[in-house]
C-alpha cells in the first residue's frame, strides 16, 4: 500500500484520485475529502481510502443522503451527526 507522501513523488495529485471517483470534484471537494473524510493528518492515508471516501461521498449526494460527520453513516437530522454519534457526543458533554 502506498501512503500520500509516496503519491505525491510519483506525480498523482490527492485532485485526481477524487476526479478518479467523482469527475466533477474540485480542489475544495478534494480538500474536503482528504481532511474531512480521512484520518489526515493524524493516521496514514492511502489513495485507495481517498477514492473510497470520494467515491462514499458522491454516491451520498447523488441519492440525497446526508452524511454523518463524525462517522460517514447515515446522518440522523439536519445536523449531519447520526443518531449513535448524538448518543456518543451527549454522554461525553453529560458526565
Known amino acids: 500500500m502506498?501512503?500520500?507522501?509516496?503519491?505525491?513523488?510519483?506525480?498523482t495529485t490527492i485532485l485526481e484520485i477524487v476526479r478518479a471517483a467523482a469527475s466533477?470534484?474540485?480542489q475544495e471537494f478534494a480538500e474536503h475529502i482528504l481532511w474531512s473524510r480521512t484520518p489526515f493528518p493524524f493516521?496514514?492515508?492511502?489513495p485507495k481510502?481517498?477514492?473510497?471516501?470520494a467515491s462514499?461521498?458522491?454516491r451520498a449526494a447523488a441519492n440525497d443522503i446526508a452524511l454523518c460527520?463524525?462517522?460517514d453513516q447515515r446522518a440522523a437530522d439536519e445536523d449531519s451527526v447520526?443518531?449513535?454519534?448524538r448518543s456518543a457526543l451527549g454522554r461525553s458533554t453529560n458526565g
Open 43 to 46: 493516521g496514514k492515508v492511502t
Open 2 to 11: 502506498t501512503d500520500i507522501a509516496t503519491q505525491r513523488r510519483e506525480g
Open 82 to 85: 447520526c443518531a449513535n454519534c
Open 69 to 71: 460527520d463524525w462517522c
Open 56 to 58: 462514499r461521498v458522491r
Open 24 to 26: 466533477d470534484a474540485d
Open 49 to 53: 481510502q481517498i477514492y473510497k471516501a
